[in-house]
C-alpha cells in the first residue's frame, strides 16, 4: 500500500517524488555502521527467506529500559518537512509491556526547543508474521535532533526489522484555498456539537434556543477505553446497533423542528478496541466485513433521511499494523465510501485520519477517490492542558502560557492547525472538525480563553465545526461550572456556554 500511497499523494501535489533520506535492508556486510550503540542482543541474521535482516532480542534478566539501536537523520534536510516511515517487522515472544507505546520500537526521537517527541506506531506484542509498518511525522522548524529506534522497550522477546526506509515528502503547493469546495450542505456554515444521550427536548433546546445548525450524533456502546463491543460478539453488537438506529430515526423528525443537520458517527466499531485502543477492525477479517455491512445498513436506512448531513465512517480510527490480508485504514475507508457512494449518491462522507483523527495525522490519509467526501480532524493541543484532571492527569494548568515547557496562546495553535489549512488548499477539500474542547475546571477562565482561539482560527479558515459536547459527561460540558466536584448544572450562563451560543446566533 505504501508506494502506492506515496505515489497518489505526489501526482496530487503535482510535486517531485519523495526523497529517500535512509534505506537499510541490512543485506551488506557492514550493515550495523552508522548504527548505534554496540548493545548485546542485537546482531544481524539471516531469515529463513534468505535474506539478511536486523535481530533484537531481551532476555527476562533485562528488566526495564531498552534494547536496539538508533541512526541519526541529516537534521538540515529534514528541518519543516514531513517524513514517511516505513519497515518490516516480525516479533516472537514479547512479553505484554506496561503501556501502549512500549514494546517493540519503530520510532523517531525529535528534539526541539518545545519539547520532545516520540512518534512511531504502537505495535502488538506477542509473536506475529512480518508485518508492514508505516506511519507519517512532521518534524518542527526549529528541531535540533532526529535519530531513527529500533528496538525493545520494558519488555522480553525478540523483534526483526526489515526494509526501514525514510523518506522525506514534498513540500505542499501554495495555492489559495479553492472557492468552490464539496461541503454536503447548503449551510453558510454547520456550527453544533457532539452529542451523547440526548432527549427530544434537549435536541428542539439546541436548535431553537441555541440556535444551533449541528450535531455529530455518537453511536457509542460503553465507555471509553473499554467497551462491550470489546468482546467482539457481533450478535450482542447487531443488537445494540439496531436499537441506536432505531431511537436516531426516531428522532430524526424533532431534528427537523430544531434545525439540526445530523452526522452520523460511527463512534464504536464492530469489534470494538483491544489494550493498546487499536481499532480490532485491524486484527480480525470479521470485523472489516461487518463494517462494511454496518455501513451498508445505514446507508440503505437513511439515504432519503432529509436531515443526515452525512457518515462519519469511524470516530478516532488507530491501525497499528495490520497483518497481511486485512487492509489499512486507508484502503478500508476507500472500500467503505464506495459502498455508502454506491447506495446513496447525496450524504457526505466524513473521514477522519489515522491515528486518533489528529491534525498532524491528516497527511497519513490520501484524499479518497470517491466524490462528496469531507475530511475531520480533533483538536485536544495542547493535551495536557485540555484533559487535566482527567484519567489522574495533573490539574491547575492555565492558558495562555508555558506548558510542557512551550509557551502557548492563538498563534501557537494556529501553527499546529497549519497542516490542516496545507492539507485543504493542497487537495482543495472541506474540513471539519468534529471535536474540540477544553476542560471545564481549566483554571481561571482559561478554558473560555482556549475554546475562544481555537474558535476564531476555525471561523477564520470556514471550517464546519463541532464542539465536544452537548449534555454527555459534565468534564466537557459549557452549562457546568469551574467546580471539579459540582455536578450540577450552573444556576447562571458560564462564559463557555455563552461564547458557543454567540458563534451558534450566527447560523441561518
Same mark, same amino acid.
Given at each position: 500500500?505504501?508506494?502506492?500511497?506515496?505515489?497518489l499523494?505526489?501526482?496530487?501535489?503535482?510535486?517531485?517524488?519523495?526523497r529517500?533520506?535512509l534505506?537499510?535492508?541490512?543485506?551488506?556486510?557492514?550493515?550495523?555502521?552508522?548504527?548505534?550503540?554496540?548493545?548485546?542482543?542485537?546482531?544481524?541474521?539471516?531469515?529463513?527467506?534468505?535474506?539478511?535482516?536486523l535481530?533484537?532480542?531481551?532476555?527476562?534478566?533485562t528488566?526495564?529500559?531498552?534494547?536496539?539501536?538508533?541512526?541519526?537523520?541529516?537534521?538540515? *534536510?529534514? %528541518?519543516?518537512r514531513?517524513? @514517511?516511515?516505513?519497515?518490516?517487522? =516480525?516479533? +516472537?515472544? #514479547?512479553?505484554?509491556?506496561?503501556?501502549p507505546?512500549?514494546?517493540?520500537?519503530?520510532?523517531v526521537?525529535?528534539?526541539?526547543?518545545?519539547g520532545?517527541?516520540?512518534?512511531?506506531?504502537?505495535?502488538p506484542?506477542g509473536?506475529f508474521?512480518w508485518? *508492514?509498518v %508505516?506511519?507519517?511525522?512532521? @518534524?518542527?522548524?526549529?528541531?535540533? =535532533?532526529? +535519530?531513527? #529506534?529500533?528496538?525493545?522497550?520494558?519488555t522480553?522477546?525478540?523483534?526483526?526489522?526489515?526494509?526501514?526506509?525514510?523518506?522525506?515528502?514534498?513540500?505542499?503547493?501554495?495555492?489559495?484555498?479553492?472557492?468552490?469546495?464539496?461541503?454536503?450542505?447548503?449551510?453558510? %456554515?454547520?456550527?453544533?456539537?457532539?452529542?451523547?444521550?440526548?432527549?427530544?427536548?434537549?435536541?428542539?433546546?439546541?436548535?431553537?434556543?441555541?440556535?444551533?445548525?449541528?450535531?455529530?450524533?455518537?453511536?457509542?456502546?460503553?465507555?471509553?477505553?473499554?467497551?462491550?463491543?470489546?468482546?467482539?460478539?457481533?450478535?450482542?453488537?447487531?443488537?445494540?446497533?439496531?436499537g441506536?438506529?432505531?431511537?436516531?430515526?426516531?428522532?430524526?423528525?424533532?431534528?427537523?423542528?430544531?434545525?439540526?443537520?445530523?452526522?452520523?458517527?460511527?463512534?464504536?466499531p464492530?469489534?470494538?478496541r483491544?489494550?493498546?485502543n487499536?481499532?480490532m477492525?485491524?486484527?480480525?477479517?470479521a470485523?472489516?466485513?461487518?463494517?462494511?455491512?454496518?455501513?451498508?445498513?445505514?446507508?440503505?436506512?437513511?439515504?432519503d433521511?432529509?436531515?443526515?448531513?452525512?457518515?462519519?465512517?469511524?470516530?478516532?480510527?488507530?491501525?497499528?499494523?495490520?497483518?497481511?490480508?486485512?487492509?489499512?485504514?486507508?484502503?478500508?475507508?476507500?472500500?467503505?465510501?464506495?459502498?455508502?457512494?454506491?447506495?446513496?449518491?447525496?450524504?457526505?462522507?466524513?473521514?477522519?485520519p489515522?491515528?486518533?483523527?489528529?491534525?498532524?495525522?491528516?497527511?497519513?490519509?490520501?484524499?479518497?477517490?470517491?466524490?462528496g467526501?469531507?475530511?475531520?480532524?480533533?483538536?485536544?493541543?495542547?493535551?495536557?492542558?485540555?484533559?487535566?484532571?482527567?484519567?489522574?492527569?495533573p490539574?491547575?494548568?492555565?492558558?495562555?502560557g508555558?506548558?510542557?515547557?512551550?509557551?502557548?496562546d492563538?498563534?501557537?495553535?494556529?501553527?499546529?492547525?497549519?497542516?490542516?489549512?496545507d492539507?485543504?488548499?493542497?487537495?482543495g477539500?472541506?474540513?471539519?472538525?468534529?471535536?474540540?474542547?477544553?476542560?471545564?475546571?481549566?483554571?481561571?477562565?482559561?478554558?473560555?480563553?482556549?475554546?475562544?482561539?481555537?474558535?476564531?482560527?476555525?471561523?477564520?479558515?470556514?471550517?464546519?465545526?463541532a464542539?465536544?459536547?452537548?449534555?454527555?459527561w459534565?468534564?466537557?460540558?459549557?452549562?457546568?461550572?469551574?467546580?471539579?466536584?459540582?455536578?450540577?448544572r450552573?444556576?447562571?450562563?458560564?462564559?463557555?456556554?455563552?461564547?458557543?451560543?454567540?458563534?451558534?446566533?450566527k447560523?441561518?
Amino acid at each position: 500500500m505504501g508506494a502506492v500511497v506515496l505515489t497518489l499523494a505526489c501526482n496530487l501535489m503535482a510535486v517531485d517524488p519523495p526523497r529517500t533520506v535512509l534505506s537499510a535492508d541490512f543485506e551488506a556486510g557492514d550493515a550495523l555502521t552508522g548504527w548505534g550503540p554496540a548493545q548485546d542482543g542485537v546482531r544481524i541474521v539471516t531469515d529463513d527467506a534468505g535474506s539478511r535482516v536486523l535481530l533484537v532480542e531481551r532476555a527476562a534478566e533485562t528488566g526495564q529500559g531498552s534494547t536496539g539501536v538508533r541512526r541519526e537523520l541529516p537534521i538540515e *534536510e529534514l %528541518r519543516g518537512r514531513r517524513l @514517511v516511515c516505513t519497515a518490516r517487522v =516480525k516479533a +516472537e515472544d #514479547v512479553a505484554k509491556p506496561p503501556h501502549p507505546w512500549s514494546g517493540v520500537k519503530f520510532m523517531v526521537h525529535i528534539a526541539a526547543p518545545g519539547g520532545d517527541q516520540w512518534p512511531q506506531r504502537d505495535l502488538p506484542f506477542g509473536t506475529f508474521d512480518w508485518r *508492514e509498518v %508505516r506511519y507519517i511525522t512532521a @518534524v518542527p522548524d526549529d528541531a535540533t =535532533k532526529v +535519530e531513527l #529506534v529500533l528496538g525493545l522497550e520494558s519488555t522480553t522477546g525478540r523483534a526483526w526489522f526489515d526494509d526501514v526506509s525514510i523518506a522525506v515528502l514534498p513540500t505542499p503547493d501554495e495555492r489559495p484555498a479553492p472557492t468552490e469546495v464539496y461541503t454536503g450542505h447548503s449551510q453558510p %456554515r454547520l456550527r453544533g456539537a457532539m452529542i451523547g444521550q440526548v432527549t427530544a427536548d434537549d435536541l428542539l433546546e439546541f436548535g431553537l434556543r441555541w440556535k444551533a445548525n449541528h450535531v455529530r450524533w455518537q453511536l457509542t456502546w460503553g465507555g471509553f477505553p473499554r467497551s462491550p463491543a470489546d468482546k467482539g460478539d457481533l450478535a450482542a453488537y447487531d443488537k445494540w446497533l439496531n436499537g441506536e438506529l432505531d431511537r436516531l430515526q426516531s428522532l430524526l423528525p424533532v431534528c427537523e423542528r430544531a434545525g439540526l443537520m445530523v452526522l452520523i458517527d460511527l463512534h464504536t466499531p464492530p469489534g470494538g478496541r483491544d489494550d493498546r485502543n487499536v481499532c480490532m477492525l485491524f486484527e480480525d477479517k470479521a470485523y472489516q466485513e461487518k463494517f462494511l455491512e454496518v455501513w451498508r445498513r445505514i446507508a440503505e436506512r437513511f439515504r432519503d433521511a432529509k436531515m443526515v448531513w452525512g457518515y462519519d465512517l469511524v470516530n478516532e480510527p488507530v491501525e497499528g499494523a495490520p497483518p497481511d490480508g486485512l487492509l489499512g485504514w486507508q484502503d478500508l475507508a476507500q472500500k467503505a465510501a464506495e459502498l455508502v457512494r454506491s447506495i446513496d449518491p447525496q450524504h457526505a462522507i466524513i473521514v477522519e485520519p489515522e491515528p486518533w483523527g489528529g491534525l498532524d495525522a491528516l497527511w497519513n490519509l490520501v484524499p479518497l477517490t470517491v466524490a462528496g467526501v469531507v475530511y475531520s480532524v480533533h483538536m485536544y493541543v495542547p493535551h495536557q492542558f485540555t484533559h487535566q484532571g482527567v484519567y489522574d492527569s495533573p490539574v491547575g494548568i492555565g492558558y495562555p502560557g508555558d506548558i510542557a515547557g512551550k509557551h502557548w496562546d492563538r498563534d501557537a495553535l494556529r501553527k499546529v492547525f497549519q497542516p490542516v489549512v496545507d492539507y485543504q488548499r493542497t487537495f482543495g477539500v472541506r474540513i471539519y472538525v468534529g471535536e474540540f474542547s477544553a476542560i471545564r475546571w481549566a483554571p481561571d477562565d482559561s478554558a473560555y480563553r482556549y475554546l475562544s482561539d481555537v474558535i476564531d482560527i476555525l471561523e477564520e479558515n470556514g471550517w464546519d465545526w463541532a464542539y465536544h459536547a452537548f449534555r454527555e459527561w459534565n468534564g466537557w460540558s459549557v452549562e457546568h461550572g469551574p467546580d471539579k466536584d459540582d455536578n450540577e448544572r450552573s444556576p447562571t450562563e458560564t462564559g463557555r456556554e455563552r461564547l458557543l451560543r454567540s458563534w451558534y446566533a450566527k447560523n441561518q
